[in-house]
T-cell receptor, first 115, second 118 residues
Framework: ETGVTQSPTHLIKTRGQQVTLRCSSQ?????VSWYQQALGQGPQFIFQ???????GRGNFPPRFSGLQFPNYSSELNVNALELDDSALYLC??????????????FGPGTRLTVT | AQTVTQSQPEMSVQEAETVTLSCTYD???????LFWYKQPPSRQMILVIR??????QNATENRFSVNFQKAAKSFSLKISDSQLGDAAMYFC???????????????FGKGTKLSVKP
């Protein structure tokens, strides 16, 4: 069984640029959630994708957007990067069931640095 | 709004000893899940243990067990026979079931950094 993978591992961007982060969900999982983890903090929910549609969003501006593909992989796009966007971005996949089991499995993350 | 509070930024334990990490949460829901995740320095978040709020029995996974006090909204993690590999950030998290088939988000605490002394 293949786990959650993310690419790239590290990324350095300049303020104002755009970035795309990628996530491949675990085999058999159909839901992908994205989290932002600032240094020394717990992860903060950005949004979730289920059946290729956004299914819930946290307190993040519209310049944070995403996609989910038919194979359940996902992208996180951030436009007009700001210094405060520097963080570890975590992707988590899970398998929706009738009662919504909440066992989310996390990828290793992408460390984004904005200069 | 739901919140999760971990009041111990750092904890330390001697190898082979037992340590308890604290977590409190605030919610008006009666049905929810609680989790403990471990994040080693390599940063991949690993699920340690989960508890369903409607189950009164405390969850146990090998050396890891929880003390779930629903009325007090408390969810502590006990690690027995601590090992060097247990050193990591530990996050308490809360989630609500979504009966529509999709799932909502997890709300995390700020974490507790656990050090294990040889």
């Amino acid at each position: 069984e293949t786990g959650v993978t993310q690419s790239p591992t590290h990324l350095i961007k300049t303020r104002g640029q755009q970035v795309t982060l990628r996530c491949s969900s675990q085999s058999g999982h159909n839901t992908v959630s994205w989290y932002q983890q600032a240094l020394g903090q717990g992860p903060q929910f950005i949004f979730q994708y289920y059946r290729e549609e956004e299914n819930g969003r946290g307190n993040f501006p519209p310049r944070f957007s995403g996609l989910q593909f038919p194979n359940y992989s996902s992208e996180l796009n951030v436009n007009a990067l700001e210094l405060d966007d520097s963080a570890l971005y975590l992707c988590a996949s899970s398998r929706a069931s009738g009662r919504g089991s909440y066992e989310q499995y996390f990828g290793p993350g992408t460390r984004l640095t904005v200069t | 709004a739901q919140t999760v509070t971990q009041s111990q930024p750092e904890m330390s334990v001697q190898e082979a000893e037992t340590v308890t990490l604290s977590c409190t949460y605030d919610t008006s829901e009666s049905d929810y899940y609680l989790f403990w995740y471990k994040q080693p320095p390599s940063r991949q978040m690993i699920l340690v243990i989960r508890q369903e709020a409607y189950k009164q029995q405390n969850a146990t996974e090998n050396r890891f067990s929880v003390n779930f006090q629903k009325a007090a909204k408390s969810f502590s993690l006990k690690i027995s026979d601590s090992q060097l590999g247990d050193a990591a950030m530990y996050f308490c998290a809360y989630g609500i079931p979504n009966y529509g088939g999709s799932q909502g988000n997890l709300i995390f605490g700020k974490g507790t950094k656990l050090s294990v002394k040889p």
